[in-house]
């Protein structure tokens, strides 16, 4: 098991947003995250990289709690994707990766304003790494193109080379496929099991249930800040509640 989150519930003054949640992901494993709009979901995501410290509960990972920073969780191996791509749009697609890689990277102050040979060295070995990861996502040929010039999807791509360059253990994707053509969403689910094929666990916060239920190996449901159910994609399938609530009609085996 790599991820336990255990009783994690978040309130925002007299607002219940995650109430006594628990969630556990192993290596390697694919969970969803589904559920209406307001139901939590992007708060517990704050809970599990360190933007939120959990009212109540706690989050381990690989055995040990979260630390209490952001930059920290990501050092510790959790990658996020934000809801709302967060680039830095003035600088070019390989420069974005290779911020990520500055948390793996962390030459002195002091030889970063020399730029020494061991800074350069780093440099070079940083922007080889990212431009794998460009090669991995499927944008390298977009290296030296400004992140703002990037179609939307490519952007989406970006994001997730930027976060595989800080070497996570489990990856957080909040709604990626969100603003994706058809063929842009099977490329992501195409991605995302690339990407649980290098041993990474990733958890899928997605409205979209064709993508969740042809992805996830476990998917769990929030409503109202609780989690109502949780089950393999066979057994959710099965469940009476979901195909109500979310599939309207039975979905055909890994479809
Ligand atoms: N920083 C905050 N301060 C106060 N209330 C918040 C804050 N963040 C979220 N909320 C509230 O917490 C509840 C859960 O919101 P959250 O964004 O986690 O839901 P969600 O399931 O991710 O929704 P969506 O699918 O629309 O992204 C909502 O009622 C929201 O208004």
Redesign the pocket.
């Known amino acids: 098991m790599i991820l336990q989150a255990s009783g994690v519930t978040?309130r925002?003054?007299g607002?219940l947003?995650?109430d006594q949640v628990d969630l556990t992901v192993d290596a390697g494993e694919i969970v969803g995250l589904i559920?209406?709009?307001?139901?939590?979901?992007?708060?517990?995501?704050?809970c599990l990289t360190g933007l939120?410290r959990p009212t109540e509960g706690e989050v381990r990972f690989r055995g040990a709690v979260l630390p209490p920073r952001p930059t920290r969780v990501t050092r510790a191996g959790i990658a996020t994707t934000f809801?709302n791509i967060r680039l830095f749009p003035t600088m070019t697609v390989l420069e974005n990766v290779m911020i990520g890689r500055h948390c793996r990277t962390r030459q002195g102050l002091l030889s970063a304003l020399v730029r020494g040979p061991g800074y350069r060295r780093t440099e070079r070995e940083a922007a080889r790494v990212s431009r794998e990861l460009l090669e991995f996502v499927g944008i390298e040929a977009a290296a030296g193109t400004l992140a703002r010039n990037l179609p939307y999807g490519d952007q989406r791509r970006l994001e997730i080379a930027r976060a595989l360059a800080t070497e996570p253990g489990l990856l957080l994707l909040?709604?990626p496929t969100a603003g994706m053509n058809p063929r842009e969403t099977q490329a992501a689910r195409e991605l995302v099991l690339r990407i649980r094929g290098r041993g990474i666990a990733v958890v899928v916060?997605e409205?979209d249930m064709r993508f969740v239920f042809g992805l996830c190996d476990r998917i769990a449901v929030?409503v109202q800040?609780r989690k109502l159910l949780e089950g393999t994609r066979a057994e959710m399938q099965a469940d009476e509640r979901v195909i109500e609530a979310y599939l309207g009609a039975p979905v055909e085996k890994g479809a």
């Open positions: 978040m925002f003054g607002l947003a995650v559920g209406p709009n307001g139901a939590g979901k992007t708060t517990f995501f704050n939120y809801q909040d709604e916060i409205h929030l800040g």
